[in-house]
């Protein structure tokens, strides 16, 4: 089939989530990060990342094309992990390009997907697309408990430790402004932990945000850090 999201009906995003093909990348993703002792990198993390996009964009009045697009761009985002963490953004828009075109996409609505995909860790890029600081807004700031994989604390690294820390995770959006509030244990990772080791996030979602016209502010334990 060929068709356009022109009149709101966003079935490019409910195509890819149900597609067998892309549910077995995704959970491969998932296990090489489980394999290498990261972070939950599977089903749970797309459908966040996509559904706080949709959410964003909502709220800027995106049209339902572009939400629909970015959506389904931030269900892929990581499906190259399902090859290697390395450059996962590149080969994640090779394999994308060859699912979507298989489930014939047309060619203009690919492209704009997989350049988003491909976008998604270049912290230059975030000022040239509002849609894919969207994206990055949404995957840099899914910090939670709920994605430590590991259940024996002597296993942690230091990364384990931050996003455990984690048991709550608040981002509010705004017209003007997005806020991003956290609680953290600090008797599991302190707030300068915290800082060392997701500064470059912080960055990212400063970036975005300038480039959607908007604040970036951050609480830790409702206290503002930015």
């Given at each position: 089939f060929l068709w356009r999201c022109d009149v709101g009906y966003m079935n490019h995003y409910d195509t890819v989530t149900t597609n067998n093909d892309v549910l077995i990348y995704i959970s491969q993703a998932d296990k090489n990060f489980a394999a290498l002792g990261y972070t939950e990198q599977g089903l749970r993390h797309a459908?966040?990342?996509?559904?706080?996009?949709?959410?964003?964009?909502?709220?800027?009045?995106?049209?339902?094309?572009?939400?629909d697009l970015s959506k389904t761009a931030?269900?892929?985002?990581?499906?190259?992990?399902?090859?290697?963490?390395?450059?996962?953004?590149?080969?994640?828009?090779?394999?994308?390009?060859?699912?979507?075109?298989?489930?014939?996409?047309?060619k203009e609505d690919i492209f704009k997907i997989i350049s988003l995909i491909s976008a998604h860790e270049d912290p230059e890029f975030i000022t040239v697309s509002e849609l894919v600081s969207a994206m990055v807004?949404?995957?840099?700031?899914?910090?939670?408990?709920?994605?430590?994989?590991?259940?024996?604390?002597?296993?942690?690294?230091?990364?384990?430790?931050?996003?455990?820390?984690?048991?709550?995770?608040?981002l509010d959006i705004y017209k003007d402004k997005i806020i991003l509030e956290l609680t953290i244990d600090t008797k599991i990772c302190s707030v300068l932990e915290y800082f060392e080791i997701f500064m470059s996030r912080i960055d990212f979602c400063r970036k975005a945000c300038a480039k959607l016209g908007l604040s970036f502010n951050f609480y830790i334990n409702e206290v503002k850090y930015l």
């Open positions: 459908k966040y990342t996509s559904e706080l996009v949709e959410k964003i964009l909502s709220t800027l009045n995106s049209s339902a094309k572009e939400i931030s269900f892929l985002h990581d499906i190259g992990c399902s090859v290697a963490y390395k450059d996962h953004e590149q080969s994640g828009a090779i394999i994308s390009y060859k699912i979507l075109s298989k489930l014939n996409f047309v807004l949404a995957d840099k700031t899914d910090v939670l408990r709920e994605r430590v994989k590991k259940k024996d604390f002597k296993l942690f690294d230091k990364h384990d430790y931050v996003h455990y820390a984690v048991t709550k995770n608040v």
